[in-house]
Structures are given as structure tokens and as C-alpha cells.
């Protein structure tokens, strides 16, 4: 069982090695890296690679690990208690399965996306120690154990908002997806933009590093902000001469692909302004 990459999907040695290395090893995969580098997609493109059903579980802010494998609803049992209802007589009436739940019983292998973990509260991946360590965990409602009947591959993405601890980090095997050079860039675009002329790429991912590296800027713009702005170049039907020409001047046209606050905004528009006083 050994990741490849997808015909959709630009995957670099390092992170292919890092993918069969987790499944080898039966660790959680746990990727980092700047937002909008592929880290969620990974998860899909792997298991749709391997053939293998994907489970994803979102993490927000106000997320708890119990989510992950059950909730009890007592408050509806307690409600149903007060009616007569005769369901009240099974406690596994009012128990959800939770994602983690899923994955344990599912027949076959699958893959397991915990998206974000980095969102909820500090203590939210140690919680999670001992079913990631044992893949099992107690009922105590009805006093089963739930154990994996096929240990999931997990793909656990953070985008870096804070630090996980390092009794969670001892038990996953760790990738960081680099932000892509440009020859790995223009393979990305032209999955999603196939046919595209090269010398409109080569200059508009010339300008796009230009302005990634550009002194000043609070959010660089990522993998899928340049695939919306090429998507606008080539709906405007532009050519590279037409970047070449307006320069910096054509950006803030179509900054809103690129540039995600006011105060990047007007760090361009006051480049631009610059540019045309210059000639």
C-alpha cells in the first residue's frame, strides 16, 4: 500500500515518503504548513490513491475529543423518561458515534482526517493520547469497548496557531509541506489550469514570488490564492506581455485573489502609484 501522488494531486518526494512512512509505521501523519498548501487535500488524494473511504472530522474552536468518539444525549433521555417512551430502555438510543467511532468499526481500512487540530483547546490532542497509542476507548454508558477492527491511516493537519503538546507529538510520525518551489508551482497550476500558455505562467508566478517576498507584507498570498488569480488572467484573457507591460500596475485590479487585508492592499496600491509616476 504505497502513495503515489494523483493525477490531481502534486505530491513532492519528501511528502510521499512521509505519507508511506506513517502508513508503515501505523502513526498518525501529522502535517504542517502554511494554509492553502494542500494539507486537507492530501488526506483525500490519499485516500482516493489507495482506494480506501475517507472519514473527516473538522475541528473548530469549541471542539472537545469526546466529540470524536461519542456523545451521550441524557438531556433527551431524561425528556423521554418524563413521556413513557419505551427507547428509554436502551441507553445506546441516545449515544452518537462520533468519527473516531466510525473509523474503528469500519470493515475495511480507511482513511481518518482530523482537519485543524491546532484550533481547539490545548488539551484537545491530549486527550486523544491513549486511542491513538491502544485505537480503542470505554463506554461508559454501556460499558463496551470500541477497539479498531482496522487501524485507520490518519492524517492530522495544523496550520501552526499554536504549539501541540509533545506527548501527542512523540506519537505521530511529522511532515511540514514547504511552500512549492517554482517548477513543483507550475506543475500544481497546470493540473488545475491544463493547457496554459508558458510564458503567461512563467511571468505571472514570477510576479506572484515577487510579491510573496515582498518586504512589509503581513499575509503571503498561498498555493490556492495564485490558482484564483490565474483563473481571473485568464478570464480577462491576458498574456504575459500584458503582465509585463502594466507591471505592478495590474495588480490592484485584481488584488482581492491575492491580497487578504487592507493593509496589504494599500502597501500595492502604493507601489502601483509609484510605478506610474516613475514612467
Known amino acids: 500500500m504505497q502513495f503515489q501522488g494523483t493525477k490531481d494531486y502534486v505530491a513532492t518526494d519528501d511528502l510521499k515518503i512521509a505519507v508511506n512512512a506513517a502508513v508503515t509505521l501505523e502513526r498518525p501523519l501529522l502535517v504542517k504548513g502554511e494554509p492553502g498548501t494542500g494539507k486537507t487535500e492530501l488526506a483525500r488524494q490519499v485516500a482516493e490513491s489507495l482506494g480506501l473511504k475517507m472519514i473527516e472530522w473538522n475541528v473548530k474552536s469549541t471542539t472537545r475529543a469526546q466529540q470524536g468518539l461519542y456523545e451521550y444525549d441524557a438531556v433527551s433521555r431524561l425528556r423521554d423518561s418524563q413521556l413513557g417512551e419505551e427507547r428509554v430502555h436502551d441507553v445506546k438510543n441516545y449515544i452518537k458515534k462520533g468519527k473516531l467511532w466510525e473509523a474503528f468499526e469500519a470493515d475495511e481500512k480507511v482513511v481518518l482526517l482530523i482537519d485543524e487540530i491546532d484550533k481547539a483547546d490545548i488539551e ?14 470505554h463506554v461508559y454508558e454501556t460499558g463496551e469497548t470500541i477497539r479498531a477492527t482496522n487501524r485507520p491511516i490518519m492524517i492530522i493537519t495544523s496550520n501552526n496557531e499554536k504549539e501541540l503538546p509533545d506527548a501527542f507529538l512523540r506519537r505521530c510520525f511529522f511532515h511540514y509541506i514547504r511552500f512549492p518551489e517554482l517548477e513543483t508551482l507550475k506543475k500544481i497550476v497546470e493540473v488545475h489550469h491544463p493547457g496554459i500558455k508558458q510564458a503567461l505562467l512563467t511571468t505571472a508566478l514570477t510576479q506572484f514570488y515577487e510579491i510573496r517576498e515582498q518586504q512589509g507584507l503581513k499575509k503571503k498570498p498561498s498555493t490556492s490564492e495564485v490558482l484564483d488569480w490565474l483563473k481571473l488572467l485568464l478570464a480577462e484573457d491576458m498574456d504575459a506581455a500584458d503582465l509585463q507591460k502594466d507591471g505592478k500596475t495590474a495588480l490592484p485590479k485584481l488584488h482581492g485573489a491575492l491580497l487578504k487585508n487592507e493593509q496589504d492592499v494599500h502597501l500595492f496600491e502604493r507601489l502601483a502609484f509609484m510605478a506610474r509616476g516613475q514612467r
Open 124 to 137: 484537545f490532542p491530549n486527550d486523544l493520547l491513549q486511542e491513538l497509542d491502544k485505537m480503542e476507548f
